[in-house]
């Protein structure tokens, strides 16, 4: 039994002196870690949009000529009826022309709407049909985002 004592107690301080820990300086060291740089789109500056000419009504006109010297341009038209039957035309021609370039707006719906184009040049609407409306010709394109 004695011998078992000794070999335990033997066991016991070599364990011990394996668990020392070991101060062994070890350097400090430092990196610099740069902050991410946060990114952005670059947006798109906004164009002046100017109103070249604009007919408030109802019923039938046909405009006065105007120009049209950016592309894009466009016409917007604000419609509303005063019947349930009312209904709006706009049709867009090159001045000194009889047939119509193209339809602009064709709607019985009360609303807001935009027709971009971009053929410059001199033009004028013909506007048909019963309600209230309003027509603008813009020299640049609306930002028709609600």
């Known amino acids: 039994m004695v011998k078992a004592l000794t070999a335990l107690l033997v066991v016991i301080m070599l364990s011990a002196g394996c668990a020392q820990a070991v ?3 070890v350097p400090a060291t430092s990196t610099a870690i740069a902050a991410p ?3 952005t789109a670059a947006s798109p ?3 002046a949009v100017l109103v070249i000419k604009r007919w408030i009504g109802s ?3 046909k405009t006065e000529t105007f120009k049209a010297t950016k592309n894009p341009w466009a016409v ?3 419609f509303r009826r005063s019947k349930t039957t009312d209904h709006v035309t706009v049709r867009l021609f090159k001045t000194g022309s009889t047939s119509p ?3 602009i707006a064709d709607t019985s719906v009360e609303g807001y ?3 971009t184009l971009t053929e410059t040049g001199e033009f004028y609407l013909d506007i048909t049909g019963a309600g209230d409306w309003t027509i603008q010709a813009l020299d640049g394109e609306p930002d028709t985002r609600q």
């Open 45 to 47: 500056t906004p164009q």
């Open 101 to 103: 370039l193209q339809t």
């Open 113 to 115: 709407g935009a027709k």
């Open 76 to 78: 917007t038209w604000d």
């Open 37 to 39: 740089t946060p990114t």
């Open 59 to 61: 019923g039938a006109l």
């Open 23 to 25: 101060n062994t300086p």
